[in-house]
T-cell receptor
Framework: RKEVEQDPGPFNVPEGATVAFNCTYS??????FFWYRQDCRKEPKLLMS???SGNEDGRFTAQLNRASQYISLLIRDSKLSDSATYLC????????????FGRGTSLIVHP | SQTIHQWPATLVQPVGSPLSLECTVE??????LYWYRQAAGRGLQLLFY??????ISSEVPQNLSASRPQDRQFILSSKKLLLSDSGFYLC??????????FGEGSRLTVL
């Protein structure tokens, strides 16, 4: 099975800090990449797509490095409400998308 | 806009009992549909996906089955539950570039 690896953390940071997560994938033919956020006992929700040229949405920046087969998520000026688990998803495509999830990185933002 | 609903939200079942979880999608036609399971403290495991009515692909051999009787309906079933079937079951549909949108999940406890 193709692998998607994430550091489970937890990353414990103060409010206002900048924090970065990486996610590595093993299938060089992977075609699309995403970050999801999952709150405790809730469903994952799409945070952002990851494009080859990078993608920024407010305090969040996602980047893709195809040569080294990893994606990253940078969160600037962390808020208490950013506390959650961040899941990276990598899609193969062979007629239809087969998404593979990493196990997630836990972020705890404290006052 | 598209919406996805799954039910029941919570259930407690004895070992050996049957299971039926249902998922419906509104606002889109011929979506790719997925069933995932998330065991406590673990990542999302893809169980089944479907690209159309009656078309089911199984990712993990087990005592679960899935059916897609209508275009926007996806059902997860079991004839006899095992303790190891406990978990958080998530239905999802995929967008044009493979991004997933999840239902609110069904939390199953097998006793």
């Amino acid at each position: 099975r193709k692998e998607v690896e994430q550091d489970p953390g937890p990353f414990n940071v103060p409010e206002g800090a900048t924090v970065a997560f990486n996610c590595t994938y093993s299938n060089s033919a992977s075609q699309s990449f995403f970050w999801y956020r999952q709150d405790c006992r809730k469903e994952p929700k799409l945070l952002m797509s990851v494009y080859s040229s990078g993608n920024e949405d407010g305090r969040f920046t996602a980047q893709l490095n195809r040569a080294s087969q990893y994606i990253s998520l940078l969160i600037r000026d962390s808020k208490l409400s950013d506390s959650a688990t961040y899941l990276c998803v990598v899609n193969e495509k062979g007629g239809s998308y087969i998404p593979t999830f990493g196990r997630g990185t836990s972020l705890i933002v404290h006052p | 806009s598209q919406t996805i609903h799954q039910w029941p939200a919570t259930l407690v079942q004895p070992v050996g009992s049957p299971l039926s979880l249902e998922c419906t999608v509104e606002g889109t036609s011929n979506p790719n549909l997925y069933w995932y399971r998330q065991a406590a403290g673990r990542g999302l495991q893809l169980l089944f996906y479907s690209v159309g009515i009656g078309q089911i692909s199984s990712e993990v051999p087990q005592n679960l089955s899935a059916s897609r009787p209508q275009d926007r309906q996806f059902i997860l079933s079991s004839k006899k539950l095992l303790l190891s079937d406990s978990g958080f079951y998530l239905c999802a549909w995929s967008g044009p570039t493979g991004e997933l949108f999840f239902g609110e999940g069904s939390r199953l406890t097998v006793l």
